[in-house]
């Protein structure tokens, strides 16, 4: 009876799960057709990525990468409507904190003009910046990628602690939409810091490939300055070298994501407090994946200790009342 009952919440679980991403995948058609509110199309995306983490559960190790696709593609459309809330850009908080915490100037007016080449011939540091800042849509998937090869019984952990730090992040957007420092220029409110992307992304790529690349990974959310999802996504793959118990990967992420750092907030993309908060949004998203784990072990054990405890008093009573022992059932 009992295991009849939970085959029975299993299929009714299942298809909740497959109407929630049905209903996710409609919102995503209403929004490019319909122009569906973010209002309603962020709880409805945000249900159809929770249901497609538990059907991947059944889908045995081809369903991580599954579930993590399904939530990259989601995560795109989302980020691009925290943009459409007609919530008003906010700059201010965050350049009054730089102000006062680095006496009057921006760090990215700072490294601007003490090294340069940020203008149109843009020079060795631009160029590097540029290609960190690149890699990083390579970098943290490439970290669950490769744990899904190398290491896949810790897959499922590393798959959900990247993909709630972009998710995390994404709260943000929606809430404390955040002019970056080179946009905050354009509008007046800051001196001497341009966006060098523009001068150095056309000399690399060329000036067609750029402008297509811009439109389509750039220009669709320019206020999603708060938090730095460049910094929390790269680095929360510290976390994955905790995890993983491996040193050459904590060490390789700590040093990207210090040459990550100076490439966000030398180009314009980024302020100081854009990077401090997406480091706690990702130690956030480590923590409560790893946190909810030693719960639940935690939990388990303490059950254990408690069913073993009762046993011992149950057997002691009947000694005392000198009661026949348990009957151990057989076969």
Sequence with gaps: MQRATR???????GALCWAALAVGILAVLLRQTASLEPVVFA????????AVFVLARRWGDWGILVAYLVAMGFFIQLRDAADETGL????GY????????FAGITPSAWLQSRIGGTGSDPGLPAYFSAIIHWSWFVFPHAAVIGTWMFVRRMSWRVTIIV???FYLGLVLYFTVPTAPPWMAAEQGLIND?????HGVGPAILGAGFYDWAFEAMAEPNPSAAMPSLHFAASFVVVGVGIVLRSRWLIGVA???SAALTFALVYLGEHYIADIIAGGAVAAFAFGAVEGGRFVRYWLQRRSTELAQRRVRVANWLREALRLPPMKIPTG
């Design 7 to 13: 085959i029975q919440r299993r299929e009714v679980i």
């Design 43 to 50: 709880p409805l995306s945000g249900l159809a990525v929770l």
């Design 88 to 91: 008003r850009t906010l700059t």
């Design 94 to 101: 965050v350049l009054d904190w730089e102000l006062w915490m």
């Design 163 to 165: 993909a709630l730090t």
């Design 193 to 197: 810091v341009v966006r060098a992307m």
């Design 254 to 256: 700590l040093l990207y």
